[in-house]
């Protein structure tokens, strides 16, 4: 006998925003599978707006608020029974950041939670890892979004420690990142993994995933330092247009992916990993997990 819930989560991030539907099916005497029903992504970019201006622009907060009125029609139709709406750096940063959450409740119903870093690394962390995590070896998590990147050291099979810093794709294509925040994190990095012998990565976001599907790869196969290097390389050679037209990267994927492989590949420099493990994953499945075990 099994029984099925619906969750939702909504992850309101620096670059885009996503409904995520999940069918949970319970088995008496066996552990919970998660199941994508559906995934929704709106490329609203508020990082634009939060990191350059300080604000989300009116025009933002309408687009904000129909996404939001479609993604409960949504829900409806899939007779969510639980959902959790989470905004990250770029709602946290905007100094109207409260403010439109409260418009949009007003509007929509919807409550928002504005989470913190610590929050958005734990909560990715609690996403579902057992397949991929042996205990016997060590991973350092990242995740790569529009306003910051979360990383988490696992060891043992128990997650070690996590740290969030203010470096994400829109930042880097802004010019908004120095030099400084970049020595911060090589040294965090080296800092966290010297106990260890070796370490490999487990890297999650759009990005990293369109790396992964151009690399035909099996899902369970890992991409090597030498793989992601040479996309690097690879898609700086390409113009903007080429990267859309050659490569089919959608428009608000084109301009930010190079961003990405370089925080991802100084992530495999620093900790010394040669290998990284995308298992498509990301906030909005961490969300739904940690509601489902009652951690948010």
Known sequence: MINIKKYAAIDIGSNAMRLLVSNIVEQEGKEAQFNKSSLVRVPIRLGQDAFTVGEITEENIERMIDAMKAYKLLMKVHKVEKYRACATSAMREAYNGNEVADIIENETGIKIEIIDGKKEAAIIASSDLHHLLKEEKTYLYVDVGGGST?????????IIVSKSFKNGTVRLLN??????????????IKTIVEPYESVTLIGSGGNINKLFKLSGKQQEKPLSYFYINSQYQMLNSLTYEQRIAELGLNPDRADVIIYATRIYLNAMKWSGARHIYVPKIGLSDGIVKAMYHGKI
């Not at 979360?150 to 128990?158: A, D, N, T, V």
Request: no cysteine; net charge negative; aromatic share 18%.
């Open 150 to 158: 979360e990383f988490s050291l696992f060891s043992g099979g128990k």
């Open 175 to 188: 010019n908004m990142v120095n030099d400084i925040v970049w020595h911060e994190i090589e040294k965090w």
